[in-house]
């Protein structure tokens, strides 16, 4: 074999281990991408039960307060019959 030859496929040699490399490296970098995809899509998830999640707090809150003003209400009209009562009590033992 002659020197230029040598030279030739010791080149082809040292470009194969770079490409061999350069494989390991891609592979990597996919790796780590999936990886990152499956995070990103996982925390995706979260977020949607988490909106979800506010939006049956939020119902049950506005459900909630309804519940509130409604007793408020009906307390109002007794404390009102209440004392409409005791007036008339009164009235009537002052006129006695």
Known sequence: MEEGE???ISTIISNTDNVVQMAGYANEIKALVENTT???NGGKVIAVK???GYAGL???ITKTIT?????ES??????????SITK???LKKLRY
Request: avoid cysteine; hydrophobic fraction near 40%; charge should be positive.
């Open 74 to 83: 009906a307390n109002e009209k007794l404390v009102e019959k209440y004392l």
């Open 67 to 71: 519940i509130i003003k409604d007793i």
């Open 6 to 8: 040598e030279v030739k």
């Open 58 to 60: 939020n119902d049950n």
């Open 38 to 40: 499956k995070k990103a």
């Open 50 to 52: 988490m909106i979800e």
């Open 88 to 90: 008339k009590k009164l």
